[in-house]
């Protein structure tokens, strides 16, 4: 049974720092590896995607690496603005499952 | 245009009473999805659909019922709602099953007193 564990459960920097999130999993049959961003009352949104084939992603201030062999990921966003503040979540699609298996989030504070 | 579109975002109900949320996507997916979101922030699937076809049950009380009228839709219905029910549920989709990019809603966070 897979399992995704993300540490810390929160995280408090000041405004500019560069800052790296963990996600690690049990399971390395993986299909697929997605970054999401949670803010409060909103839902979730798709920020990277990596393929069990990939070593790592980027999108602007964003680079999500994957190590299928360590069950590790990483979303390391550079320049943190108070904007990045949110709830960030990994998921795991597990090989030949349909569903996501999520882990309990990183809740980021950027304080100005 | 919002991709993933559920309704209502909120909704307030008294113990036993049975409710629906409404869950549609414009993006031409196949995979329809229903996570719940309990009070600890754990995001955990509930439903899948494929093509009208439910393909995940994941052990939620037959209270729950899932209904896809067409693979642009999918709607769950809650019979004799309990207070263990209150949670933000999450509609999903992706473009086939296991494969691809997942796309949330908004949630409807549902509260029973």
């Known amino acids: 049974k897979q399992e995704v564990t993300q540490i810390p459960a929160a995280l408090s920097v000041p405004e500019g720092e560069n800052l790296v999130l963990n996600c690690s999993f049990t399971d390395s049959a993986i299909y697929n590896l997605q970054w999401f961003r949670q803010d409060p009352g909103k839902g979730l949104t798709s920020l990277l995607l990596?393929?069990?084939?990939?070593r790592e992603q980027t999108s602007g201030r964003l680079n999500a690496s994957l190590d299928k062999s360590s069950g590790r990921s990483t979303l390391y966003i550079a320049a943190s603005q108070p904007g990045d503040s949110a709830t960030y979540l990994c998921a795991i699609l597990q090989g030949g499952s349909e569903k996501l298996v999520f882990g309990k989030g990183t809740k980021l504070t950027v304080n100005p | 245009d919002t991709a993933v579109s559920q309704t209502p975002k909120y909704l307030v109900t008294q113990m036993g009473n049975d409710k629906s949320i409404k869950c549609e996507q414009n993006?031409?997916?196949?995979?329809m999805y229903w996570y719940k979101q309990d009070s600890k922030k754990f995001l955990k699937i509930m439903f899948s659909y494929n093509n009208k076809e439910l393909i995940i049950n994941e052990t939620v009380p037959n209270r729950f019922s899932p209904k896809s009228p067409d693979k642009a839709h999918l709607n769950l219905h809650i019979n004799s709602l309990e207070l263990g029910d209150s949670a933000v549920y999450f509609c999903?989709?992706?473009?086939?099953?296991?494969?691809?990019?997942?796309?949330f809603g908004q949630g409807t966070r549902l509260t029973v007193v």
């Open positions: 990596i393929q069990s084939s990939q």
């Open positions: 999903a989709s992706s473009q086939r099953a296991g494969v691809g990019e997942a796309f």
């Open positions: 993006l031409g997916h196949d995979t």
